[in-house]
């Protein structure tokens, strides 16, 4: 089962059911990275036109079980946490990346080239809770990666600063309102999508990668965020 539903709202595990119905909607869609279900073919063609993905657990979180795949050179790299191996053939790389998956059905999602702070890359998390059939902000922080890892997660040892102090330290101080204010933008819209689509979630966690162009993109979707 995908769902369950608890005291604080609905519960929707599966990255994929979310991914599809934020991309029902051409404005939000254009802040999806493009994304597969896990398949060897999707990987290779998907590598093939992005060079750079990540490889997620469609039910998962704490960026557990999460790789970064690259190829350059004639060169497969994987790496997961702070450990990177490399494999001269394609063959090489899928048996490594399935010991890890370990039968678990995955999501390919096109790597995306994170604005960093001091070299580490940052997201933002943005909590939004229905409270009193109302939904409100309740945070929107900046999580820079621990040194030597590509997941941003806290409890991987990512530090938290304001959402302010992300944009401004990894993009550009003037960048600030205008950031804030469209991953608010976004954050209504798709809520509003997830909320005709899945009745009665209560909760949710964004999480928004800014790119060093300064696109913001939807990188998950958590209906129980920490």
Known sequence: MDVATISNGRQLAS??????ALLSNPYVARHI?????????????????HGTVVIKPVRGGGGLGVMKIS??????????MSKTNSFGTFSGLLSHVN??????????QKGIHLATISGRPI????????ENGIWTFRSMVGRVARRGLFVTNLCRGGLQL????GIRRSLSARSIAAK????????KVATS???SRFPGIGQLGYDYGIDRNGHIWILEVNTRPQ
């Open 180 to 187: 804030k204010r469209e991953m608010r933008h976004l954050t």
């Open 71 to 80: 190829y350059a050179g004639g060169r497969y790299r994987s790496t997961y």
């Open 162 to 165: 304001t959402a302010a102090q």
């Open 15 to 20: 990255k994929w059911l979310k991914t599809n």
């Open 33 to 49: 990275p493009p994304s597969r279900l896990f398949s060897p073919a999707n990987l290779r063609s998907m590598l093939s036109r």
């Open 99 to 108: 010991r890890t998956r370990k039968r678990r059905t995955y999501l390919i």
């Open 123 to 130: 997201d933002y998390r943005v909590k939004y809770v229905k």
């Open 193 to 195: 999508l997830l909320e």
